[in-house]
């Protein structure tokens, strides 16, 4: 779990599931539940500023490049609707502004890319222990060393030939 995490209180539900949480400052991801699977939470708040500042962008190129399953969590707030904008404000084109949009957008460029949606940290705690269930546990300076010297990540291969090789279906 990313050290910053331990400001929401996903971690807190995790453990009372009898998780096994390990704080670690993370480059890709904020939770791995397995070697092969990161996600990128996001409050509702965050997920707009993420994609104004560009920053989601760059966190799910990282996400996909590193793990094989890798999963967008947009965590809703208990007393708010369930909703990333009103059914009036989306319209039938894509437009710069709206979010949906963007989210659109997003996951045509990393097809690979999982949305997952929670209405409350509650039901977030209950979906990672889901998908714990028969998954080998991380490795805790694995996960810390991902990100930190993208040469590994793409070394002896061209970055540009293997984004177009990851937007291909099938």
Same mark, same amino acid.
């Given at each position: !779990? /990313?050290? $910053? %995490?331990?400001?929401?209180? =996903? ?5 009372? $599931?009898? +998780? ?19 996600? %990128? $939470? *996001?409050s509702?708040?965050? =997920? ?7 920053r989601? #962008? ?7 490049? #590193?793990? *094989?399953?890798?999963v =967008?969590?947009?965590? @809703? /707030?208990?007393? $708010?609707? @369930? ?18 949009? *963007? +989210?659109?957008?997003?996951? +045509?460029? #990393? ?16 979906? #990672?222990?889901?998908? *714990? ?6 490795? !805790? /300076? ?6 930190? /010297?993208a ?5 002896? @291969? ?9 937007? =291909?279906?099938?």
């Open positions: !779990v /990313d050290m $910053r %995490e331990f400001r929401s209180a =996903l971690p807190s539900l995790l453990h009372q $599931r009898a +998780l096994d949480l390990v704080p670690a400052t993370l480059q890709v991801g904020d939770y791995i539940l397995s070697p092969s699977m990161c996600v %990128e $939470r *996001k509702i708040s965050d =997920l707009y500023s993420s994609f104004a500042s560009g989601l #962008f760059q966190q799910a190129e990282a996400m996909t490049r #590193f793990y *094989k399953s890798s =967008l969590l947009i965590e @809703f /707030d208990s007393n $708010r609707p @369930f909703s990333l904008q009103a059914p009036s404000a989306i319209g039938a084109d894509i437009s710069a502004g709206s979010i949906i949009s *963007k +989210l659109a957008l997003l996951t +045509l460029h #990393f097809p690979t890319l999982r949305l997952m949606w929670m209405a409350t940290p509650h039901h977030t705690a209950e979906m #990672f222990d889901a998908l *714990k269930q028969n998954q080998p546990e991380p490795d !805790v /300076d694995e996960a810390m060393a991902v990100g930190l /010297d040469s590994l990540a793409t070394a002896g @291969f061209a970055i540009q030939p293997q984004d177009i090789l990851r937007k =291909l279906p099938g």
